[in-house]
């Protein structure tokens, strides 16, 4: 951005380069992003990140501040109590991992000297996003408590099976995620590791029709298992409540 080919272009086209990329294109590429309705999402590592980073290339702290509230608003509108993002484990990593990008983008920014947020009326000196978001450190490693002991995401709504997103547990005790709406009855260590999972979640996107599937874990595998997220012909079967482990009413979802 502070290249001095700018310059050499704006006295090779007879007007200021710089300027008018940022009032036609950028301010123009920030105009669109604004309008969205479209702000608390699993792609919020892309536009939101976007966002702030453009606030920083061309020094206007009010689209910093306008995409650290998106990004918190993220936090409370997109996860539950409990942590979990409120649509699959799949799609909760996703998110994070989109946060924690978003979130870096404005780690350590500081406002210009005697810049007040008009809308909120706050002011950025060192931002440290983790302190200033204390739920954030919860959403982290909330899933991991839905994790099979081998590590792998329960494949419950739109979760790719076999997916293995943390380690591999050596003892399994029993959890509840009582906001998401998922339950585990856990025991053993080692081999001996069993676990039956309850879910009862409602449908808030990339949902299957599942209300109280099960699903069970033992002797190191899935002895009841779900077939997750597909991207196949199969896709229709894997979201009917008939594909789940669950009670069925006339073959109805």
């Keep these: 951005w502070e290249s001095p080919e700018f310059e050499n272009l704006s006295e090779e086209r007879g007007y200021g380069v710089r300027q008018k990329l940022t009032d036609d294109f950028l301010r123009k590429t920030y105009e669109v992003a604004s309008s969205s309705d479209y702000h608390v999402g699993n792609?919020?590592?892309?536009?939101?990140?976007?966002?702030?980073?453009?606030?920083?290339?061309?020094?206007?702290?009010?689209?910093?501040?306008?995409?650290?509230?998106?990004?918190?608003?993220?936090?409370?509108?997109?996860?539950?109590?409990?942590?979990?993002?409120?649509?699959?484990?799949?799609?909760?990593?996703?998110?994070?991992?989109?946060?924690?990008?978003?979130?870096?983008?404005?780690?350590?920014?500081?406002?210009?000297?005697?810049?007040?947020?008009?809308?909120?009326?706050?002011?950025?000196?060192?931002?440290?996003?983790?302190?200033?978001?204390?739920?954030?450190?919860?959403?982290?490693?909330?899933?991991?408590?839905?994790?099979?002991?081998n590590g792998c995401s329960t494949p419950v709504h739109d979760t790719w099976a076999n997916e293995v997103r943390s380690r591999p547990r050596e003892t399994t005790m029993s959890t509840i995620a009582p906001a998401y709406g998922h339950a585990s009855l856990g025991r053993g260590v080692g081999e001996d590791q069993m676990q039956a999972q309850l879910h009862f979640s409602g449908t808030h996107g990339h949902h299957h029709f599942d209300n109280l599937n099960l699903t069970l874990?033992?002797?190191?595998?899935?002895?009841?298992?779900?077939?997750?997220?597909?991207?196949?012909?199969?896709?229709?079967?894997?979201?009917?409540?008939?594909?789940?482990?669950?009670?069925?009413?006339?073959?109805?979802?």
């Design 43 to 149: 792609v919020v590592g892309y536009d939101v990140a976007g966002v702030a980073m453009l606030g920083r290339v061309i020094e206007e702290p009010r689209y910093v501040h306008e995409a650290f509230r998106w990004m918190v608003q993220n936090l409370d509108e997109g996860f539950f109590v409990d942590g979990h993002w409120h649509e699959s484990p799949s799609y909760h990593y996703m998110t994070v991992g989109g946060l924690r990008r978003a979130f870096a983008t404005v780690a350590g920014y500081s406002d210009p000297p005697g810049y007040v947020d008009a809308v909120d009326g706050t002011r950025f000196d060192d931002l440290d996003p983790e302190q200033a978001q204390s739920f954030w450190a919860k959403v982290h490693h909330a899933t991991e408590s839905l994790d099979f002991p």
């Design 217 to 253: 874990f033992a002797r190191g595998r899935e002895m009841l298992s779900d077939l997750g997220y597909t991207w196949t012909q199969m896709r229709h079967w894997c979201n009917s409540t008939l594909c789940h482990n669950t009670v069925v009413v006339d073959r109805a979802d």
